[in-house]
């Protein structure tokens, strides 16, 4: 019943938000149009843009994420850190306010920013302060410790590859086709499986 309740208010405070089940919504947040957690996931003072989901049990904290991005199950981001160079102690209790110290001498959450059409797989985590650019692809089980360039695949720590080569980088971080309206996205979505000729019919329109 409880649970119920909660989804009731989240979609009356939400309404472009699909909400799932056992969801923890806390702190300041926005969701974009046709957005969706789903169950168990918990989302607290984050943003996630239109056309975007997080799967099951997955927690984002502190992180702006970009339109049409697809977060797996299990992931973990924005937890917070905590510091392993200079500091004599990892422990909060020596780094934050309470009863060994009167104020706070480490940031533990800087915001992560995820950018638009980005794929994070499974049991990922990022940690707070990253960057992952436009259309990124993070492989499952990542430990993501620093920034993601835009179009790059990343895995086990490391940059594999890009998706595609730097001409064609350009012209879709040029296009920006996730901020086109939703009329265009209709009328052009067979290109959408040929890079190739998304940019015979758009490259000249950029130059």
Avoid at 38 to 49: A, H, P, Q
Avoid at 79 to 88: D, I, S
Wanted: proline share 5%.
């Amino acid at each position: 019943m409880i649970d119920r309740f909660h989804r009731w208010l989240y979609k009356r405070a939400y309404p472009t938000l699909n909400v799932g089940y056992h969801v923890s919504l806390s702190g300041r947040n926005r969701f974009g149009v046709q957005t969706a957690l789903s169950t168990g996931v918990v989302f607290r003072d984050s943003e996630l843009g239109d056309y975007s989901y997080v799967n099951y049990h997955s927690i984002v904290h502190r992180t702006t994420i970009g339109k049409f991005c697809s977060i797996g199950p299990n992931v973990v981001i924005g937890l917070g850190n905590h510091p392993v160079r200079r500091f004599v102690s990892t422990s909060p209790k020596t780094f934050l306010p309470g009863p060994f110290s009167d104020r706070e001498q480490y940031d533990q959450f800087p915001p992560v920013i995820i950018g638009n059409d980005v794929w994070i797989g499974a049991n990922t985590t990022v940690l707070n302060g990253v960057k992952i650019g436009d259309g990124a692809v993070v492989g499952a089980n990542s430990v993501v410790t620093k920034d993601v360039p835009p179009y790059a695949i990343y895995g086990g720590g490391e940059l594999l590859r890009f998706r595609f080569e730097k001409e064609q980088r350009d012209f879709l971080l040029e296009l920006r086709w996730w901020d086109k309206d939703p009329e265009w996205l209709r009328s052009n979505n067979e290109l959408f499986s040929d890079i190739d000729k998304l940019m015979e019919t758009y490259g000249d329109s950029l130059v």
